[in-house]
Nanobody, 126 residues
Framework: QVHLVESGGGLVQPGGSLRLSCAAS????????MGWYRQAPGEQRDLVAA???????NYGDSVKGRFTISRDNAKNTVYLQMNSLKPEDTAVYYC????????????????????WGQGTQVTVSS
């Protein structure tokens, strides 16, 4: 059981920056991959960035070179630094965390549980 709380969203002008934070809390959890997803009105929810427990990262093509994901395992927090923001980045951003029932380095899909935050609105407009 993991509870995720996002913060840092808001209104920003094109070319500006925002830093999103997602703090995880819960008892007896082992968080593996954490990530950020976004969903615009009428669109599907797409991957923005993800980071594994060992620090490997993956980014959606539209944000490569502009966004940076990082994590602080001691604080159970994942961050998304968003630079050079564009109007097309406007969406609700959701934090996601995956946990595993096993303690192995590789988690079988059927032993993976995903948790989502409530989402935070990011609006890029002049």
């Amino acid at each position: 059981q993991v509870h995720l709380v996002e913060s840092g969203g808001g209104l920003v002008q094109p070319g500006g920056s925002l830093r999103l934070s997602c703090a995880a809390s819960g008892s007896d959890f082992s968080i593996r991959t954490m990530g950020w997803y976004r969903q615009a009105p009428g669109e599907q929810r797409d991957l923005v960035a993800a980071i594994t427990g060992r620090g490997s990262t993956n980014y959606g093509d539209s944000v490569k070179g502009r966004f940076t994901i990082s994590r602080d395992n001691a604080k159970n927090t994942v961050y998304l630094q968003m630079n050079s923001l564009k109007p097309e980045d406007t969406a609700v951003y959701y934090c996601k965390a995956d946990t595993c029932l096993t303690g192995t380095s590789i988690c079988p899909p059927h032993m993976t549980s995903s948790y989502w935050g409530q989402g935070t609105q990011v609006t890029v407009s002049s």
